[in-house]
């Protein structure tokens, strides 16, 4: 446990899982100095039932706002429910001790989400990606490799995917992200002030589930001692099993902070190197607020 609380930087790569290859070294690198696992994720509600996009529904997982979410989703068309009180979700600053937060974001819907729950949203065109690195860091209260006193964010988040790179045509958003990672990574060196306080998660998801070879999270077992299986904690939440989850395709989730984060034997981000060295198995995505807010002293240890 750090002595202060951290500042959190959170890169969120939208449907990237898929086309990390083995020229993206600063994605393996960051995956072999972190803690890796998974983020399990809820199965969409049917079409009928809700207007919205994928890229929405799992942020709003990655916020635990996600029954909030469904619920306005469903109330477009047939005018205010009930459903949409009962899942009220309240401001992060209130759920999480005066949290500030706020997001880089294209994506209008992500944006409009982010907005409701009182996110400060800063347009990613505005900034030069060159400069992004450096401004990001700032954000948080780091300057030229020093900590100071005050910050103007406790949490950043950045939402990237194709949309992102408008204006970098020649670079694919992987690449860029993977560069993003190595030009942070050079800000925060094992050992320095800066990685000393911040907690930096990189979060990747599926954009198409494929039908062929599907990245499950059930361990293949004999039948019947399948039957004497558990029900798995990312199936559950508040103690209660949730019927929609989907075991195959989670997120993937790899978090650092020099001197307080565990490493495990993960040495690439890929699912299968997750999957077979990762030292966090799988959480619900629900979940991941919850554990970045504890480690900036905003929340309290899951389970405590």
């Not at 690439?268 to 997750?274: D, I, K, M, S």
Request: charged share 20%; with cysteine; proline share 5%.
């Amino acid at each position: 446990m750090a002595d202060k609380p951290s500042r959190a930087l959170v890169l969120y790569g939208d449907g990237l899982a898929s086309v990390i290859s083995a020229s993206h070294s600063n994605l393996h690198s960051f995956a072999s100095l972190s803690s890796c696992g998974f983020l399990s994720l809820r199965s969409p509600p049917s079409q009928d039932s809700i207007v919205d996009s994928r890229a929405a529904l799992d942020f709003a997982q990655l916020l635990d706002a996600y029954d909030f979410y469904v619920a306005k989703g469903k109330s477009t068309d047939a005018g205010p429910t009930a459903d949409v009180e009962q899942s009220f979700v309240p401001e992060l600053s209130k759920r999480f001790m005066g949290l500030r937060a706020a997001i880089f974001s294209s994506s209008p819907s992500v944006s409009s989400l982010a907005s409701d729950l009182s996110l400060s949203t800063l347009p990613p065109e505005e900034t030069d990606p060159s400069e992004l690195p450096s401004k990001l860091l700032s954000l948080l209260g780091f300057s030229e490799g020093n900590v100071l006193e005050a910050s103007e964010y406790d949490l950043l988040l950045l939402h990237i995917t194709t949309e992102t790179l408008k204006t970098q045509k020649e670079k694919s958003a992987a690449d860029w992200l993977d560069h993003l990672v190595g030009t942070i990574l050079e800000s925060a060196t094992p050992g320095s002030a800066v990685s000393s306080r911040l907690h930096m998660s990189v979060v990747l998801s599926y954009e198409k589930l494929s039908d062929r070879a599907p990245m499950s999270l059930i361990k293949e077992m004999n039948s019947d001692l399948g039957l004497l299986r558990p029900c798995q904690s990312y199936t559950m939440k508040n103690g209660k099993p949730l019927d929609e989850i989907r075991h195959d395709y989670p997120m993937l989730v790899a978090q650092w902070q020099d001197g307080v984060t565990r490493r495990d034997l993960a040495n690439a981000f890929t699912f299968e190197e997750f999957n077979k060295n990762g030292g966090n198995l799988a959480m619900l995505a629900d979940r991941f607020l919850h554990e970045v807010a504890f480690k900036l002293w905003k929340a309290p240890k899951y389970g405590a």
